[in-house]
């Protein structure tokens, strides 16, 4: 027998964390790439260990004791050297980046879904990975692989590593937030906001506490990663410009409606044009955003997500797919760890690396819809502070007043930036017949 032919050791993982996801990345191992599975794989995997917080809670998914050991001490796992791998599905960015951060020290390759992570440590975590390979001859190469952090089943992080060596990303947009787009969904149907909230959590897709979710805190993280592939520029999740769907009406779905178009939460990430197509500074920032129905976007309906990548050979190209739940996450994280065991997973796991300027006071057409207490003169008001901010008003859309005393308007600007827009806005709330601060948002409009 060649020594090609003879069995190969089996991939010996040790997971931290043992719920939803994990769950699902366990199944999927135990039943089509374990070791009593038909799988090809020349490599076969096996979780030994899975860390819980409580070893004696009833699990959703049976662990075979013959193979697998439930343990409490994350020192258990990423200190014992049988293990290869650890694969960390429990979150947070404390216990979490010990976790990681110690496995990648120890020579274990590391698989995480942890957006909020990643983002927060994307230069450390990038600067130990090159560390620990740095080590010379006869030093363990390690592997760090994220697939599972942004989008859940869409394989948009391979993607990126990988399908644009020779091409230039202008854009990168994406509904990475099934949650909100279930919500804004519903609201398009004609639900008010605390009624689909209230759905949402009784259904299991939002948190007690939701302000990840609507607030946008969670595209922030991963709009912040896929800029960093895209674009190779590290940027600081807290200097993304978020806003949230908390402030969306359905009187906004339909004026949106009313232009051809829907609303959609999206995490953006642009090359501004100075002197040319695309060569100025890099925007990265969360808002809602009128989207026109024919737009690729556009599409990605209940939980689902999807991502538009502007490039210059491909043009626009999606990628769509379920963007969360126990399987589509759990095959992401099982894909990057067949990935690594076949060695075909990214040496470095951010291969582009640049000095592009951040400029996150973006441009764009926007949207700015307007409450107010109707009385003569307003739309001549509004128009002279747009003036004063140098903002051009493209359009002004009126639906029929039916209550004098509570009223909205819509006003669409050309292109312009944020914080005119912002400083407009402000300018306009200080007025007496503003009854709340005007509701505002890009619109994609050049597609």
């Known amino acids: 027998m060649s020594p090609s032919s003879l069995p190969q050791r089996p991939l010996r993982i040790g997971m931290i964390g043992g719920g939803v996801v994990g769950g699902g990345v366990y199944e999927i191992i135990q039943s089509r790439l374990g070791a009593s599975s038909s799988s090809n794989n020349k490599i076969t995997p096996i979780i030994t260990k899975i860390c819980v917080r409580d070893a004696s809670k009833q699990r959703d998914f049976h662990v075979d004791s013959s193979t697998t050991q439930i343990v409490t001490d994350t020192h258990s796992v990423i200190d014992d050297p049988d293990i290869d791998m650890v694969v960390e599905v429990m979150g947070g960015t404390t216990l979490a980046k010990e976790v990681v951060m110690q496995s990648l020290q120890n020579g274990k390759s590391v698989v995480t879904a942890n957006k909020a992570l990643i983002a927060e440590c994307l230069e450390e975590i990038e600067g130990l990975v090159h560390k620990v390979n740095s080590g010379g001859e006869g030093k363990k190469h390690v592997k760090f692989a994220f697939e599972a952090s942004v989008c859940g089943g869409i394989p948009i992080i391979h993607t990126l590593q990988s399908c644009y060596k020779g091409d230039i990303i202008n854009e990168v947009m994406g509904i990475c937030n099934g949650t909100t787009n279930y919500m804004l969904g519903k609201m398009e149907d004609g639900c008010d906001y605390d009624e689909v909230l209230k759905e949402a959590q009784d259904l299991g897709y939002a948190e007690a506490d939701p302000t990840a979710d ?231 409009t050049d597609f």
């Open 214 to 444: 609507v607030e946008g805190h969670d595209v922030r993280a991963k709009i912040a990663i896929l800029a960093k592939l895209a674009f190779g520029t590290t940027v600081a999740v807290d200097s993304i410009p978020c806003m949230g769907i908390t402030d969306i009406s359905v009187v906004d779905f339909s004026y949106a409606k009313s232009m051809g178009c829907t609303i959609k939460l999206v995490g953006t990430a642009a090359r501004q044009s100075e002197f040319g197509e695309h060569d100025g500074a890099l925007s990265v920032y969360v808002s809602p955003k009128i989207v026109p129905n024919n737009h690729l976007l556009a599409s990605a309906t209940g939980c689902g997500n999807a991502v538009a990548v502007d490039s210059a050979n491909l043009g626009t190209a999606s990628y769509s797919g379920p963007g969360a739940g126990r399987y589509a996450t759990a095959n992401s994280v099982v894909a990057d760890i067949m990935r690594i065991a076949n060695s075909t997973c990214a040496s470095n796991p951010f291969p582009l690396s640049s000095n592009i300027e951040i400029d996150n006071d973006y441009v764009s057409p926007f949207y700015i819809r307007i409450s107010f207490s109707d009385g003569l003169g307003i739309i001549k008001s509004v128009g002279e502070l747009a003036e004063s901010q140098e903002v051009s008003i493209h359009s002004i859309l009126q639906q029929p007043i039916t209550d004098r005393m509570n009223a909205d308007t819509v006003v669409t600007t050309e292109a312009c930036r944020y914080s005119q827009v912002k400083a407009l806005c402000e300018l306009i709330e200080e007025e007496d017949f503003a009854l709340s601060p005007p509701v505002f948002m890009p619109m994609i």
